[in-house]
């Protein structure tokens, strides 16, 4: 069982705009401002797209943004595209002895 | 340009060890800490802990403990993962990722991954 839980699946159409959560507690995504954001294609390494709830790295299109409310944090993706069909893994600091978590992972899938 | 870089996959028997390395390139390997993180076949990603490149401190994530050894050789700006007495539920891909070059706890730079089958 991920520590941080988000949907298995989300899916959206070609230009739609869809939106991935992750809930956590107090301890990771509530308490902190450290979430993270992974794309995974199938069979390829994961790559960052948003870090620190909000930022995006050089080079990640402006069509992915960040945000968190309480111990949700969300990632959004506007004007789908085909390419973005993927998973994608949140991720958080957690005060706990393990530091680090990720989320169960969302397959999001562009119709 | 900054990448990392990791061994081929393995195929060993339960009991046996494997040794997978990260070969890091086009920056300064002990500005950056070292994460490893465990995908299982069809699985999310789980993170087993970090290495202190500039100390060699190694802390590990509950779970992996025990059997898992973080080390590395700065001379060659490589991290080295070892499992030992491998399982059956060892088989996984294994990715090591960089830390510190962005943000808070964001790993930036990914290996390509280290495919480890474990099997009789």
Known sequence: QSAL???????????????????????DVGGYNYVSWYQ???GKAPKLMIYDVTNRPS?????????KSGNTASLTISGLQAEDEADYYCSSYTSSSTHVVFGGGTKLTVL | QVQLV???????????????????SGYTFTSYAMNWVRQAPGQGLE???WINTNTGNPTYAQGFTGRFVFSLDTSVSTAYLEISSLKAEDTAVHYCARAGGIGNGAFDIWGQGTMVTVSS
């Open chain 1, 5 to 27: 839980t988000q949907p298995a699946s989300v899916s959206g159409s070609p230009g739609q705009s869809i939106t991935i959560s992750c809930t956590g507690t107090s301890s």
């Open chain 1, 40 to 42: 995974q294609h199938p």
């Open chain 1, 59 to 67: 080079g990640v299109s402006n069509r992915f943004s960040g945000s």
């Open chain 2, 6 to 24: 990791q061994s081929g996959s393995e195929l060993k028997k339960p009991g046996a060890s494997v040794k997978v390395s990260c070969k890091a």
């Open chain 2, 47 to 49: 993170w087993m802990g």
